[in-house]
């Protein structure tokens, strides 16, 4: 289990934009993979995007695919998920996780990462 820090949620209105950050202890190069879930109101959690550290892919939910952004810099042992033109519909918990085993995983299954951030609240609304 790693200690995970998200920050960056808030208040938005529809169009505008957030960047969530997850601080890890750590050097986060030493992770497999970095992963953004979220989990709205009343409704299951689900992956919104992944980066697998040492191949450098990106994975994102259709929806969000050309608005939000994974990212990691090293040099602050942070991940980031910049998120741009925000819809009502990404109101949610957003949790940053991360995996500590290299390799080929399957992004979207929540079970396949090790520790949890504790979350951060993304609202988007007029």
């Known amino acids: 289990q790693v200690h995970l820090v998200e920050s960056g949620g808030g208040l938005v209105h529809p169009g505008g934009s957030l960047r969530l950050s997850c601080a890890a202890p750590g050097s986060i190069l030493g992770f497999g993979a970095i992963g953004w879930f979220r989990q709205a109101p009343g409704k299951g959690r689900e992956a919104v995007s992944s980066l697998s550290v040492h191949h450098g892919d990106t994975y994102y939910k259709e929806s969000v695919k050309g608005r939000f952004t994974i990212s990691i810099d090293s040099t602050k042992n942070t991940a980031y998920l910049q998120m741009n033109s925000l819809k009502p519909e990404d109101t949610a918990v957003y949790y940053c996780?991360?995996?500590?085993?290299?390799?080929?995983?399957?992004?979207?299954?929540?079970?396949?990462?090790?520790?949890w951030g504790q979350g951060t609240e993304v609202t988007v609304s007029s």
């Open positions: 996780a991360t995996r500590s085993s290299p390799g080929k995983y399957y992004w979207q299954i929540d079970q396949q990462y090790d520790s």
